[in-house]
Each structure stands twice: as structure tokens, then as C-alpha cells.
């Protein structure tokens, strides 16, 4: 099957009793036995419940992966990957991430006795001359949240594996999704999604997901799952199916979008810096040409007026861009990460790497891209 039939049938049989073509919510807990341990597959929905085993084939095929796992929220699903490891581990992770991610890492990890080193990723040098005896775990995000920036995925990989073959490597595919980029066949051991975002792709929802391509490690994974309990929902899980079907469609027009708003962002007089993967002037716009199938629809820029006032005059005038977090939906959005997302690093570290209050934060719906220009424009304009 290719990628975009995949979406809609991947892992998907009809519902057996009535041939029902979506999946029933299941809502139950527990499932009926016949004999002590003698049941159908299901018996106490923590474990596995049908609606979520649905998505799971559905996630599973989508990343080329062989297993998948539903988790209650995108954060739940970096916790189950951080407790296959044990205390004095260390993980290699990007310097510039998810806010969340990093508050989870520094402030809760750390006290279980995890160390964590952040670099620049867009040099694969710096990964490898970061690896010691006790690194456990490399940790991609690609492109990154804010500032997206590009790391190697199958360089990184190949070097890290030929370093420690034992070393994991995950990465969060959020901003991508795999209908630009599949870190499984790129030689990762795990991908993890927000699927609160593009694969859910409506705002609808709050969920995570895990992809792996390994029997042992999916084993692991689903241990944590179960046992940890950070489940993904029946009705949560239903709305995901529904949701990705399209994901194939949204991505080519959020692609479409986003490359249209970075060009008028890059040329317009009262815009400074624009960084966004599929520009020219992006310094790895190489390796993203490469590595993805196309960009994405995630813009971030700077106002050539880089004050505070400027900048909110912005944030408070666009009309169609909603101020709010997140990302990935359908509809437009704009965010602030320093007083949002990335509120919760610390601002030495975010000023090392630019992350400055100017910094703004797109991203592009697939509503009429003239629209959004004429949207835009007003609010630089305001
Ligand atoms: C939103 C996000 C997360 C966290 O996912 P939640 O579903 O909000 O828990 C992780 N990584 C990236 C890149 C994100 O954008």
C-alpha cells in the first residue's frame, strides 16, 4: 500500500459482528471469560482495548513500523521511552526542543538520577563527540520546536550505531509527521508523536504515540504501557482514526501553506529573520531536501522591530491565526513561545540559542492561503 491509502486502510479491517466500516468506541473496561484466562484477545482494557488496537495498526503502518502504542498524552509517550532506562544513564538529546520535553528531562528525570546532554544537532560531530560509556539514549526532534532546526536523522544513526550499536535512537516526528519523513526507515529504533497535533490533526484531542519496528523493544514498551497505565482512550483513539485518514490531504495543502507564508514572511519589509526548513536561506535546507518529502507547515520569524510592543501589537492583531498553543490543526494558529510553549526553560538557556521574546510562531491551517497573506499583512501592518 502507498502512504496515502495507507492512511485510511492501514492495519484496518471491518468490525466482525456487523461489518461496521469505522471501529465502535468501546467503552469498557473489562471484557467477559469463559474459563479463568480463556477470553478473546481482551481482557481489562489498561492492556489492550479495541478501538485503540485499531489506531495502533493504523499508527503502526503509517511510520513503517511494526508496533504501536496510544498514550494519553504526547509527554506520556516521551515518559514510557525515558523508563526503559535506569538510573545513571545518560541521554544525548537536541538543544533545541519541545518546552515540555525539556521541563520533563531537567525537572523531573534528573531527580531519578538520568543525566542529560543537550546539543546542537544540525552537526552530526556534536552528537557523536557527546557519547560516553553511559549513554543510553539519543534523543531527535526534527525539525525542531521553536527555532526548526534540521538534524541528520540517518546520519546520526548510522554514526551513533557504528559508535554503540546498543545506543537507542528516538525521534519525535511531531512537526514532520510521516508523510514527510519516516525516522524507522532512516534507521531510528523509535518514533514519537504528539498526535494531539497533526496525525489527530483537528484540536480535538490530547494524545501521544510511540512506533517501533523491533519485537524485544516493543515488548518493553508495552510493559510500560500497561503497567504504567498512561493509556490512550477509547473515544480519544476514535476521534485519532477519524482524524488521520486525511492526514495525506491536510499535509500537502499545510506544505503548500507553509512554503507560500515563509516567501511573503522572507520578503516583506517589516519581517526580519524567518526560519522555516524549505527557504533557500535556511542554513540545512540541503539536508531537508533530502531527508523530507516536502516542509511542513510550521513558520517561525522574527519582526525586524524586535521590541516587546511590536511584537504583541503582532501577537494581538492577526484574526485568523488564533493566539493560542499548539499546533497541527486544521485552522491557523500563532504562538508565543517564551510566554507559551518554551515557557518553562529557563531564559539563559533559550537566549543561548535565540529562542528571544521577539521570536513568533506560526502554524499555517489550510484555510485560503490568500487569506492568511491578507490576515498577516493587516497584523504587520496594525
Ligand atoms: C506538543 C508537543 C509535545 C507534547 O505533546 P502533548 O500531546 O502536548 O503532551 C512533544 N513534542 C512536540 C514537538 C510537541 O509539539
Redesign the pocket.
Same mark, same amino acid.
Not at 263 to 270: C, D, G, V
Given at each position: 500500500m502507498k502512504f496515502n491509502t495507507k492512511t485510511i486502510h492501514g492495519g484496518q479491517k471491518h468490525e466482525e459482528t456487523t461489518g461496521s466500516v469505522m471501529p465502535p468506541v468501546f467503552l469498557t473496561s473489562t471484557f467477559a471469560q469463559s474459563s479463568p484466562g480463556q477470553h478473546k484477545g481482551y481482557a481489562y482494557a489498561r492492556g489492550t482495548n479495541p478501538t485503540r488496537t485499531a489506531l495502533e495498526a493504523n499508527f503502526a503502518a503509517l511510520e513503517n513500523g511494526t508496533h504501536a502504542f496510544a498514550f494519553a498524552? +504526547? %509527554?506520556? =509517550?516521551?515518559d514510557a521511552v525515558l523508563r526503559l532506562l535506569k538510573p545513571g544513564d545518560e541521554v544525548i538529546a537536541g538543544d533545541d $526542543?519541545?518546552g +515540555? *520535553?525539556y521541563r520533563m528531562f531537567t525537572q523531573l528525570f534528573q531527580k531519578y538520577g538520568l543525566e542529560f546532554s543537550f546539543v546542537n544537532m544540525n552537526k552530526v560531530a556534536n552528537v557523536t563527540n557527546a557519547i560516553t560509556s553511559k549513554t543510553k539514549l539519543v534523543w531527535i526532534?526534527t525539525p *525542531?520546536?521553536p527555532l526548526m532546526k534540521i538534524a541528520n536523522i540517518h546520519k546520526i544513526t548510522t554514526n551513533v550505531k557504528e559508535e554503540n550499536s546498543e545506543i537507542l535512537i528516538a525521534v519525535?516526528n *511531531?512537526?514532520a509527521t510521516p508523510y514527510l519523513q519516516k525516522p524507522l526507515d532512516l534507521g531510528a529504533d523509535i518514533v %514519537?508523536?504528539? =498526535? *494531539?497535533?497533526y496525525l489527530g490533526g483537528h484540536s480535538d484531542l490530547? %494524545?501521544?504515540a510511540l512506533m517501533v519496528k523491533e519485537e524485544t523493544l516493543a515488548k518493553e514498551i508495552h510493559f510500560i504501557q500497561f503497567a504504567a497505565g498512561a493509556i490512550a482512550g477509547p473515544m480519544d483513539s476514535f476521534l485519532a482514526l477519524r482524524g488521520v485518514k486525511t492526514l495525506h490531504v491536510r499535509m500537502q495543502r499545510h506544505c503548500e501553506n507553509g512554503l507560500k507564508v515563509a516567501r511573503f514572511l522572507e520578503t516583506h519589509s517589516k519581517v526580519g529573520k524567518v526560519y522555516y526548513p524549505g527557504l533557500k536561506s535556511h542554513e540545512s535546507y540541503e539536508i531537508a531536501k533530502k531527508q523530507m518529502t516536502a516542509f511542513g507547515g510550521m513558520v517561525s520569524f522574527k519582526l525586524k522591530d524586535e521590541s516587546k510592543e511590536a511584537t504583541f501589537s503582532f501577537l494581538e492583531s492577526t484574526k485568523l491565526f488564533t493566539l493560542a498553543e499548539? $499546533?497541527?490543526g486544521v485552522e491557523s494558529l500563532v504562538n508565543h513561545p517564551v510566554t507559551m510553549?518554551h515557557g518553562s526553560i529557563p531564559e539563559e538557556e533559550r537566549l543561548k540559542i535565540g529562542i528571544t521574546e521577539s521570536l513568533i510562531r506560526l502554524s499555517v491551517g489550510i484555510e485560503d492561503v490568500e487569506d492568511l497573506l491578507a490576515d498577516l499583512e493587516q497584523a504587520l501592518n496594525a
Amino acid at each position: 500500500m502507498k502512504f496515502n491509502t495507507k492512511t485510511i486502510h492501514g492495519g484496518q479491517k471491518h468490525e466482525e459482528t456487523t461489518g461496521s466500516v469505522m471501529p465502535p468506541v468501546f467503552l469498557t473496561s473489562t471484557f467477559a471469560q469463559s474459563s479463568p484466562g480463556q477470553h478473546k484477545g481482551y481482557a481489562y482494557a489498561r492492556g489492550t482495548n479495541p478501538t485503540r488496537t485499531a489506531l495502533e495498526a493504523n499508527f503502526a503502518a503509517l511510520e513503517n513500523g511494526t508496533h504501536a502504542f496510544a498514550f494519553a498524552s +504526547g %509527554m506520556a =509517550a516521551i515518559d514510557a521511552v525515558l523508563r526503559l532506562l535506569k538510573p545513571g544513564d545518560e541521554v544525548i538529546a537536541g538543544d533545541d $526542543l519541545y518546552g +515540555g *520535553t525539556y521541563r520533563m528531562f531537567t525537572q523531573l528525570f534528573q531527580k531519578y538520577g538520568l543525566e542529560f546532554s543537550f546539543v546542537n544537532m544540525n552537526k552530526v560531530a556534536n552528537v557523536t563527540n557527546a557519547i560516553t560509556s553511559k549513554t543510553k539514549l539519543v534523543w531527535i526532534e526534527t525539525p *525542531t520546536n521553536p527555532l526548526m532546526k534540521i538534524a541528520n536523522i540517518h546520519k546520526i544513526t548510522t554514526n551513533v550505531k557504528e559508535e554503540n550499536s546498543e545506543i537507542l535512537i528516538a525521534v519525535d516526528n *511531531t512537526f514532520a509527521t510521516p508523510y514527510l519523513q519516516k525516522p524507522l526507515d532512516l534507521g531510528a529504533d523509535i518514533v %514519537m508523536h504528539s =498526535a *494531539t497535533k497533526y496525525l489527530g490533526g483537528h484540536s480535538d484531542l490530547v %494524545m501521544g504515540a510511540l512506533m517501533v519496528k523491533e519485537e524485544t523493544l516493543a515488548k518493553e514498551i508495552h510493559f510500560i504501557q500497561f503497567a504504567a497505565g498512561a493509556i490512550a482512550g477509547p473515544m480519544d483513539s476514535f476521534l485519532a482514526l477519524r482524524g488521520v485518514k486525511t492526514l495525506h490531504v491536510r499535509m500537502q495543502r499545510h506544505c503548500e501553506n507553509g512554503l507560500k507564508v515563509a516567501r511573503f514572511l522572507e520578503t516583506h519589509s517589516k519581517v526580519g529573520k524567518v526560519y522555516y526548513p524549505g527557504l533557500k536561506s535556511h542554513e540545512s535546507y540541503e539536508i531537508a531536501k533530502k531527508q523530507m518529502t516536502a516542509f511542513g507547515g510550521m513558520v517561525s520569524f522574527k519582526l525586524k522591530d524586535e521590541s516587546k510592543e511590536a511584537t504583541f501589537s503582532f501577537l494581538e492583531s492577526t484574526k485568523l491565526f488564533t493566539l493560542a498553543e499548539s $499546533l497541527g490543526g486544521v485552522e491557523s494558529l500563532v504562538n508565543h513561545p517564551v510566554t507559551m510553549s518554551h515557557g518553562s526553560i529557563p531564559e539563559e538557556e533559550r537566549l543561548k540559542i535565540g529562542i528571544t521574546e521577539s521570536l513568533i510562531r506560526l502554524s499555517v491551517g489550510i484555510e485560503d492561503v490568500e487569506d492568511l497573506l491578507a490576515d498577516l499583512e493587516q497584523a504587520l501592518n496594525a
